[in-house]
């Protein structure tokens, strides 16, 4: 909403108010900054903390503003911010049949045998030091850890989640003797490293039940950032997710909010039938297919 009003109004207000906060979100607890996507909240005041429940609206909704955002202001880093989200929604919640599954879990097992809040995205600095090596240290000094806020006895130990610290690339080229690009090709191998890493933990469950206004979110927003960015696999990625949520939420030609395999939930709210239907109209608008306003 703020977004439309600075482009309607042209008052820079209301565009301060949204990239100041998508940058404060990016930089913090909200972003994965390892996987892509986004957790569902914040728990502290500061943004670094998140509880880590990964929902498909959210990721959807912020996928759609990020690229609304960038079309106006060409920002490389909302655009690579865009492109992790899309990847981690495809390769994560993405089902076989090409719809979307609505969340992942918080929890997930930890060393101990036992699941814990966190236990898949949390890191500590020791691991993080003999993980990168020589480029252990710029890779600290970029990134902070914070301990969960409901951090307790030796559940959690010194570990915590990352968030982007408030040295400026700049002083990090001077301290580290080292150029902006050098820096973050470092950086961005750094956080490889531990993607691949941490691929090796026992993953969070999966609620693999179809939504039908999520699924609609997903589908306009996979559409609209694959017209923006020029990539028509995401769009032919959001017509098989439209196809296939479409065939499991409906029944005796009726449209359902939820489907869990064979199983379908109540008749879809408005807000399912809606996101449904302006999915449907965003990728008629994308392909010209006529199918799609029926």
Not at 105 to 129: P, Q, T, V
Request: overall charge negative; cysteine-free; aromatic content about 8%.
């Amino acid at each position: 909403m703020l977004w439309r009003a600075n482009i309607r109004t042209g008052d820079v207000a209301f565009a301060d108010a949204v990239t100041d906060t998508l940058t404060h979100m990016l930089g913090g607890g909200f972003y994965d900054h390892v996987g892509g996507g986004f957790f569902r909240y914040a728990v502290d005041a500061a943004w670094r903390v998140p509880h880590f429940e990964k929902m498909l609206d959210v990721n959807a909704t912020m996928v759609r503003l990020m690229t609304d955002v960038w079309r106006e202001t060409g920002d490389g880093d909302l655009q690579r911010k865009v492109l992790d989200t899309v990847n981690f929604m495809l390769s994560e919640l993405r089902l076989p049949d090409g719809a979307f599954a609505g969340s992942l879990d918080a929890d997930s097992l930890a060393a101990g045998g036992h699941e814990l809040e966190g236990a898949f995205y949390l890191w500590d600095e020791k691991e993080i030091l003999r993980l990168l090596g020589d480029d252990g240290p710029l890779f600290v000094a970029a990134y902070g850890i914070q301990p969960p806020e409901n951090a307790l006895g030796d559940d959690y130990g010194d570990a915590g989640t990352l968030y982007r610290s408030e040295q400026p690339i700049k002083m990090l080229a001077e301290t580290f003797k080292l150029s902006p690009a050098e820096i973050g090709k470092r950086l961005d191998e750094s956080l490889s490293t531990l993607k691949h890493h941490r691929a090796k933990r026992p993953r969070p469950r999966r609620d693999g039940k179809i939504i039908a206004d999520w699924n609609g979110m997903a589908v306009a927003a996979l559409t609209e950032a694959g017209l923006a960015y020029q990539r028509t696999d995401w769009i032919d990625a959001a017509e098989k997710a439209f196809g296939a949520s479409r065939r499991s939420l409906t029944a005796k030609a009726r449209l359902h909010q939820s489907a869990a395999g064979e199983k379908v939930g109540a008749p879809a709210t408005v807000q399912g039938l809606a996101e449904m239907a302006r999915a449907a109209l965003v990728l008629f608008e994308a392909t010209g297919t006529k199918e799609y306003l029926g």
